[in-house]
């Protein structure tokens, strides 16, 4: 079944079918009407590939990301996959392991655009892109970029309200433990941790950083048990960091949040249900993905737009594992 035989059944011509195929508004109603008619009866499918070089299109947006190993980012991949969908492009993703030159999405032939989600290799992306000249957009980036646009969330918030909802529970031995200091989320997670007891007139009990873990954060929970050193509440930047606190907490038999407060970071899939429920900070991943299409889109239509940050205010979720300080 082709374009002629989709013609031949509607008694219009190839030229109005193809018309109607890619949504030209010059057709009238009714000779559309017939056309879909036709289309339906033969159930007709047009090739997909020859309507992209027809427009000048692909239809394939791509998406640049670390891992899969966090449901921040499956949240945000779920969120910009249905949106895309209902705006009539398909989602390719690829995993930045290897040589930018090498990702298999940055091939002007081969995607509409580009989403970069957490992007490891930022600047020589950006390089990479421009060149190819692709339109892009940076999601949870680490650098400001004067001529693209990205969607933030302002961890600088996170990490105040963190420490100040401990601040609040009586808390004066407050520790921060925080992922590779590398992220600028991680620097501005303790950019709100530090301000926020300057603001009570404390200082910080102790400041680590680790990988994104739960055995890096066991491993500092540990020493510090050895050490001597534990202070009543922990701010981790992270919820694995935070999960593996506890585990090395309950191992030594001291209780969260009876003994110490714990406080995480990201509301992964399954911190509310172990116990206790982790007090955390969730990120806005839906609001976030969405923008992100949005602005994308926005560049590949060729509309002018200010490359701007958009910053998302984080939401601060009080469960289990933070409770008033204990007097002793």
Partial sequence: MNIHDVAKKSGLSVVTVSRVLNNSPSVREVNRQKVLKAIEELNYQPNSAARSLVRGKTGVIGMSITNFNDSFYDRVIRVVNRKLAEQGYFLALSIAENEVEDNFLFQRDRVDGIILLSPLRENEYVVELKRKNIPFVLLDNQFQHEDVPSVVVDNYQGGY?????????????????????????????????????????????????????????????????????LPTAIFSGDDFIALGVVQALREEGILVPHDISVVGFDDQQFVGEFFPRLTTVRQPEAQMGSIGVDLLLQLINGEVMPAAVTKLAPQFLVRESTAPVRQT
């Avoid at 433990?177 to 300057?198: D, H, M, T, W």
């Fill in 161 to 229: 309200e963190a420490t100040k909802h401990l601040i609040d529970l009586g808390h004066t031995q407050i520790a921060h433990i925080g992922g590779p200091s590398v992220f600028l989320s991680v620097e501005e997670r303790k950019r709100g941790y530090v301000q926020a007891l300057n603001e009570a007139g404390l200082t910080p009990f102790g400041m680590e950083f680790c990988g994104f873990t739960v055995s890096s954060g066991y491993e500092v929970a540990k020493r510090w048990i050895r050490e001597d050193k």
